[in-house]
């Protein structure tokens, strides 16, 4: 084959060029995007959060369903693509075409960013609100059958803002322009962690603006399914306050809550770290110790448990308060039930990093929200895939990782007659997690 004016040599092998041409036809990098995809059908995710969507373009002018630019915008987030700003050069992908239902047709080209830009910003309040209880639906829905007891934790967290954006305001804590969004998550006698609920809140907002409203309709969508639930809420001392407890009591469920420091509280525990503090000093070692006792704080309308850890580490005092109604355990055993909340870390970092829900840069507010949601609802798809990985190597491993190994597949497109085939590489060293998938995604024939 003789050379032309458009390949590209390198001589880095003695005694031969490698030539790169422009030739190979319809060719992915992300091959993996077909698991994805069909996680989505068996779970039913983008068909049941486009039908919360109302529509208010013209029908005659419509040449992508909702349907169409949902699946398209999560699919890329699953993907690694940020920003809608992507699309532009994604949409005649040929493993996005294919996972979206499409044809490998220039007629069957995807959205671009002024479309998907134009979805973003028509959505309002209530299509919001139907979308993130359609959300919530699924993943309760995903919860297995015979669940008991679940726990509710809730975290806030910073969502940076660089620019005039709706209801972005400076944090003192954060000591950021930020937007401060709340996330609820669910975790089953199974110990997964799942995604429940996401609520971006304005850079102001004090720790329990808009948390009751979630668990509400969090507690009701749990007992309608599981009617004897038990559920406990779990957070940090920002959630450790009388509207918080009182919310607890009546709809009666249980509560691990981290307690802020006073002087009433040292108080009580000072003859505690006393006695830790010359005790490890004897042993010159590390040292824990626990008490518990009842306290009222002057807000509060009755005396509650509260548990304290007193610590010695490197020469310093470490103490912590919990406030908690749970029975029939000991102080150690309910500390160690709140240090659990600790792996929802992992699975922060997975929502910010993995799937960009910092990305919110538009400068109407709900615009912000929706975004958000496009990155709670493609976590909840990976959450499926990782559930379908239950008893393997990977069944912990993060959606970052994931991506790279599973979904980051090079792949020759060709279509023929019959069918389309996608030529993976015969070097491919985790072809075993795809027949695993396969077999755990994909129904039987029949």
Known sequence: MSNSPTDLLFPLLGGKDICCRFDGGEITSDAGLLFLAQADRKLGLTEHIAE?????REPGKVAHSVLDLLRERIYALCAG????????SLKADPALLLACGKKLTSQQALASQPTISRLENSLDSKDLFCLALALAELVIGGLPKSTKAVVLDVDATEDACHGQQEFEFFNGYYDSHCYVPLLLYVTAEDGRQRLLGALLRPGNASATVGLLGLLRRAIRLLRKRFSQVTITLRADSAFGQEGVLSFCREQKIDYVLGLPQNRRLRAISAGLEAAVKKEAADQQAPLRRFTRFFYQADS??????????VEWL?????????????????????????????????RIKEIKQDLFSGRTSCCRFLA?????????????????????????????????????RLLKVGARVVATCRRIWLHLPSSYPFQDLWQHLYRQLVPAPG
């Open 52 to 56: 919360q969507i109302v529509d208010r």
């Open 81 to 88: 693509y940020e920003d809608a700003n992507d699309l532009d």
């Open 300 to 309: 509060w309308q009755q005396a509650e448990q509260v548990v304290c850890k």
């Open 314 to 346: 490197s020469d310093k005092l470490n103490v912590r308060f919990l406030v908690h109604n749970r029975k029939n355990e000991t102080s150690e055993q309910t500390y160690r039930f709140y240090c659990e909340r600790g792996d929802r870390e992992n």
């Open 368 to 404: 912000n929200q929706f975004r958000l949601l496009l990155s709670a609802a493609a976590c909840v798809l990976w959450n499926t895939v990782q559930e379908a990985l239950s008893g393997t190597e990977w069944a912990k491993t993060q959606i970052g990782s994931l991506r790279l």
